[in-house]
């Protein structure tokens, strides 16, 4: 399954990606704030890839629409915060963007076209997000795609070996229905 946006593709991810993540993922601005730490090596990327993405048909490499370049990652994951309920009615929305694309709204625009799919296609009556104190552009991206502060919590980041805060932000289907202009802008 293949998206495509005014400027992104959101594809399944590719065992032949593994050179282009670890060029990306090395970067330190990246794997710390969405929870890891920076590749170490191709084979360290490809390992991720072939565990984590390749059988997971809701994990996204996000590639820029001219050039067809590696970019980021976006997934649709089994909601994780405390009291979630069963991934049949929650999902969790987690992403990052290589930093030489930041500030240009890609990010919402990946996390509308998901929004779309998740709340039409797959029945989903609420999506959540997290993102570390801090991360004000996270938190920024979330909230122009009409997500709202839920709550706190402080969680151990066991790739990270620390302890981190995260705040949750979560969107209804309804509230998504209400707000649709946020998948049209």
């Known amino acids: 399954m293949q998206f495509e946006t005014k400027r992104l593709i959101l594809r399944p991810w590719l065992r032949t ?11 330190p601005l990246i794997g710390p704030n969405a929870g890891w730490n920076p590749h170490e090596s191709v084979a360290e990327s490809l390992e991720v890839i072939e565990n984590f993405f390749v059988d997971d048909p809701l994990s996204f490499a996000i590639c820029d629409q001219s050039t067809k370049a590696l970019i980021g990652s976006i997934s649709l994951m089994p909601a994780r915060y405390e009291g979630a309920k069963s991934a049949k009615y929650e999902r969790e ?12 709204g890609l990010i919402p625009e990946a996390i509308r076209c998901l929004q779309t799919y ?3 296609t797959l029945e989903i009556e609420s999506l959540w997000a997290g993102y570390f104190a801090g991360n004000h552009n996270s938190q920024r991206a979330l909230e ?4 709202h502060f839920q709550h706190t919590e402080e969680v151990y980041i066991a790739p990270l070996a620390a302890q981190k805060t995260e705040h949750y932000l979560a969107i209804t289907k ?12």
């Open 118 to 120: 998740a709340f039409e």
């Open 17 to 27: 990606d593994a050179a282009d993540l670890y060029a990306l993922a090395k970067n």
């Open 144 to 147: 122009k795609c009409g997500f």
């Open 93 to 104: 929305i987690g992403y990052w963007l290589a930093p030489s694309f930041w500030g240009q």
């Open 174 to 185: 309804e509230q998504w229905q209400q707000g649709r202009d946020w998948n049209e802008n």
